[in-house]
């Protein structure tokens, strides 16, 4: 069976992390499963955790009223769910919902932002790791903003 | 001293007629056509080609063969347009006229003992499936196989029972993305240049070929590139306002190339710094 600190340093957030960040990341870390259909969080609730998923796909929807949840983007395995942890007001700002089994690793945000405080070169580098993904993120949205594929009519 | 311009070959510029044998609904606005010509052989087209289909007294459009090398000619046109309306409009009996086939194939023989990545977007899947289906008529041929689509939503997803039939096959990757869905979907929602992380191929023994919106194919060129796989074995077909189909009118002039004669197909290294002059 595969240690939380295996699946952690496997993780492609983490890839290339020293071994003490390693370690300090993976205090605030724990695993977790959901079912099919179940929220791993709510548009609006407090986020105080975040995920990697290592099995299964998460859908992040938003819901618009009149046509009901509208999934924006699904996030498989390898890959980190939400960044509101990060910054002030700490709320979600859509859902998160398992579609069909899920195994997550789930990391503890206020656990996290006080290691960062602590060690300022340590949150650099979580920071940085994240810019990362969120930039990719917003390159993706950008790209389908232009509705690529419309016939232009 | 003036030359003289050697005659133009006319035959390629005078269509054949072919009769609408089947027509296929795929989504709310694009239709598969199966042509057989009225009389005479049937065309023997290499994947990759395209020909001129002309709805008669209304105008002509170049199109993309979506059908097997060797099997009936079958186009797979999107309505977006005077001349697509009518031929996506044309029952069986009608007759269109065909020019050509027209243009270079994929590299789906060179690519022999390769691992081969398909990506496509959009109505991109039809030009690309010709060369899916020699891959998969031969697939001892080859190593890892991985078709990556994405489309705008579910219902715009190209020949939906085909690729849920791919996906069932051991021997074959098959991965979908949509831009949007309504809930129900369970498929992936994102972009097609990130579902190039997951594929499983060995990208110094890999061919791509891509075929999708310019920018898309931008993005994914640039995602391949950046799996590993040298510039010189990724290929994308270009689209452009193609007329004769023979490399005389110009119409379809990218830079120093003409897309009818030269392409469709073309390298990445050779196409990619052309996408990049915005005044072409």
């Given at each position: 069976m595969r240690t939380i600190d295996t699946l952690i340093h496997?993780?492609?957030i983490f890839q290339g992390m020293s071994q003490e960040a390693l370690e300090l990341v993976s205090?605030?870390?724990s695993n977790v499963r959901f079912g099919d259909g179940e929220m791993l969080f709510r548009e609006g609730d407090e986020a105080h955790v975040f995920y990697v998923v290592r099995h299964g796909r998460v859908a992040l929807d938003m819901f618009v009223p009149a046509r009901g949840p509208v999934t924006i983007e699904t996030v498989d395995p390898g890959e980190v769910i939400g960044w509101s942890w990060l910054f002030p007001p700490y709320r979600w700002h859509f859902d998160a919902k398992a579609l069909g089994l899920v195994r997550a690793t789930k990391f503890d945000a206020a656990c996290l932002r006080?290691?960062?405080?602590?060690?300022?070169a340590f949150g650099y580098d979580l920071m940085g790791r994240f810019a990362q993904v969120m930039i990719e993120r917003l390159q993706w949205t950008r790209l389908r903003l232009l509705d690529l594929y419309g016939n232009g009519r | 001293m003036a030359t003289v311009a050697e005659p133009l070959d006319l035959g390629a510029m005078v269509p054949r007629p072919f009769s609408v044998a089947r027509r296929k609904r795929e989504t709310s606005d694009t239709w598969t056509l199966e042509l057989e010509p009225v009389e005479g052989e049937p065309l023997d087209v290499a994947p990759g080609q395209f020909t001129m289909l002309y709805a008669f007294g209304i105008g002509e459009v170049p199109i993309s063969v979506s059908g097997a090398a060797g099997g009936p000619l079958v186009h797979t046109v999107?309505?977006?347009?005077a001349v697509t309306s009518a031929i996506c409009s044309s029952r069986p009996g009608t007759v269109?006229?065909?020019?050509?086939?027209?243009?270079?194939a994929w590299p789906v023989e060179p690519a022999t003992g390769a691992d081969v990545v398909i990506v496509a977007g959009g109505i991109g899947l039809a030009p690309l499936r010709p060369a899916a289906y020699h891959v998969l008529a031969n697939r001892d041929a080859y190593g890892e196989v991985a078709v990556l689509y994405g489309s705008r939503t579910p219902a715009d997803l190209l020949y939906a029972r085909e690729l849920e039939r791919w996906r069932s096959r051991f021997d074959l990757q098959v991965d979908v993305t949509v831009d949007r869905a309504l809930d129900g979907w369970r498929?992936?929602?994102g972009v097609v240049p990130k579902l190039i992380a997951s594929a499983r191929f060995d990208p110094d023994n890999a061919v791509a070929m891509v075929v999708g919106p310019e920018i898309m194919m931008r993005f994914v060129g640039e995602a391949l590139l950046e799996s590993g796989i040298p510039a010189d074995r990724v290929y994308v077909s270009m689209e452009r306002n193609m007329r004769c189909g023979l490399g005389h009118c110009g119409h379809c002039q990218l830079g120093p190339t003409l897309i009818c004669r030269d392409g469709p197909v073309y390298r990445w290294d050779e196409i990619q710094p052309l996408m990049e002059v915005r005044e072409l």
């Open positions: 496997d993780a492609p205090g605030c870390a006080q290691k960062c405080e602590a060690d300022t | 999107r309505d977006v347009g269109l006229g065909v020019r050509g086939p027209f243009g270079n498929g992936k929602v």
